[in-house]
């Protein structure tokens, strides 16, 4: 089982909304961001909870690893 973890932030407002975690194919939070600001889905995409701009998650590197 392989995880994958990134970081959510939004794409207007540039506040960090959390950290996700991809697991076959599955995705969940894993930890919320600070100041009430979360992602959220609408339309199939993720978008932020403050300014409804689209929310990107950055995949790092470090984050891979098998379980």
């Known amino acids: 089982m392989t995880k994958m973890r990134g970081d959510v932030s939004c794409l207007i407002c540039g506040r960090f909304l959390g950290v996700v975690e991809r697991t076959d194919g ?3 939070m894993v930890s919320p961001g600070s100041g009430g600001a979360t992602p959220k889905m609408q339309g199939g995409t993720l978008r932020c909870s403050r300014c409804g701009g689209r929310a990107i998650v ?10």
């Open 58 to 67: 950055e995949e790092s590197m470090d984050s891979l690893y098998a379980a």
């Open 26 to 28: 599955h995705l969940r």
